[in-house]
């Protein structure tokens, strides 16, 4: 059983430029979840996706975007950068509607200079 | 809105001592779940310990038990024998039930010192 792994490990963009990164779930899972995490902070939620739709979203721009694929895997997007992008983004795998817990990835650190 | 607080930004702890970590927290769910996850160094947010929300008993693994007193809000980790390894923050989270959603607290930063 593979755990959930994403990529990049470390990304650096300046402002206004876009970025993807990427998530592939653990194996038997169907839901993936986004979440930022500022410096110092806990994370705080994106969005999440249910097969291969968006399936609730937290308060963060339109500019903020993702996709999940047919094997469950995942990509956000975030458009126009601007430095408060800046954070530790985490995305969680599980199976939506039991009540298992959350499986989380190593995360991406995006630097937006 | 649901809402968790950690009131303890730091703390520290001799290497097999006792620490408790303190969480509150806000919802007007009577379905619910609340965690403890730890993430070290190396960032990954690993599951400490969970607490079902209808459960009156208090969860245990291990080392790790938790005080839970819903009609206080309240969601304390208990850390026992407390071990090098065990220095990392240490954040409290909320999921309503039928929801993936997790709310996390601002964490705490707990130093094991030998």
């Known amino acids: 059983e593979t755990g959930v792994t994403q990529s990049p490990t470390h990304l650096i963009k300046t402002r206004g430029q876009q970025v993807t990164l990427r998530c592939s779930s653990q194996?038997?899972?169907?839901?993936v979840s986004w979440y930022q995490q500022a410096l110092g902070q806990g994370p705080q939620f994106i969005f999440q996706?249910?097969?291969?739709?968006?399936?609730g979203r937290g308060n963060f721009p339109p500019r903020f975007s993702g996709l999940q694929f047919p094997n469950y895997s995942s990509e956000l997007n975030v458009n126009a950068l601007e430095l408060d992008d800046s954070a530790l983004y985490l995305c969680?795998?599980?199976?939506?509607?039991?009540?298992?817990?959350?499986?989380f990835g190593p995360g991406t650190r995006l630097t937006v200079l | 809105a649901q809402t968790v607080t950690q009131s303890q930004p730091e703390m520290s702890v001799q290497e097999a001592e006792t620490v408790t970590l303190s969480c509150t927290y806000d919802?007007?769910?009577?379905?619910?779940?609340l965690f403890w996850y730890k993430q070290p160094p190396s960032r990954q947010m690993i599951l400490v310990i969970r607490?079902?929300?209808?459960?009156?008993q208090n969860a245990t693994e291990n080392r790790f038990s938790v005080n839970f007193q819903k009609a206080a809000k309240s969601f304390s980790l208990k850390i026992s024998d407390s071990q090098l390894g065990d220095t990392a923050m240490y954040f409290c989270?909320?999921?309503?039930?039928?929801?993936?959603?997790?709310?996390f607290g601002k964490g705490t930063k707990l130093t094991v010192n030998p």
């Open positions: 969680a795998s599980s199976s939506l509607g039991t009540a298992d817990e959350q499986f």
């Open positions: 194996s038997g899972h169907n839901t």
């Open positions: 996706y249910y097969r291969e739709e968006e399936n």
């Open positions: 919802t007007s769910e009577s379905n619910y779940y």
């Open positions: 607490q079902e929300a209808y459960k009156q």
């Open positions: 989270a909320l999921r309503q039930g039928g929801s993936e959603k997790l709310v």
